[in-house]
């Protein structure tokens, strides 16, 4: 008897990224507007959360990007674009349009680079797009 397994089976040690976008590995590798978007973004959330709560330099927070929970505020700026992201555990960070991504469905491959450097520029990347297709075991 020969069995075939047609679902789709998921590990929690084990993910994959794929999609048109670009790579993120350190803070201090980011170009410098990506860096005041992060920072704007952090300001602004501690102004919604914290009324009363001293705001930290924007030197301070790029001498310590990690005690203000860079990446968090980097993946919340992606919120209102069509970019995914996905990341190690050593923080090598994924961001792109992916082909599951219901907004494209109708785009062409071209069309779909476009928007993703378009999306990405906007943010302050100023690196090319290109396909990413990586998966790993984080266990």
Known sequence: MVKKKLDFVTNSSSTSF????TTVYKFNELPEKVKENIYSGYVKYIKEEYQNTEI????E????PKRYDWVETLLDLLDDTHLSHNYTCELDIYIGITPTNK???DMTINQIKELAKKELSELGFDSGVYFIEVGWYDG
């Open 103 to 105: 907004d494209i469905q």
């Open 18 to 21: 794929c999609g048109w976008g």
């Open 56 to 59: 930290v330099s924007y030197e």
């Open 61 to 64: 927070f790029q001498s310590n």
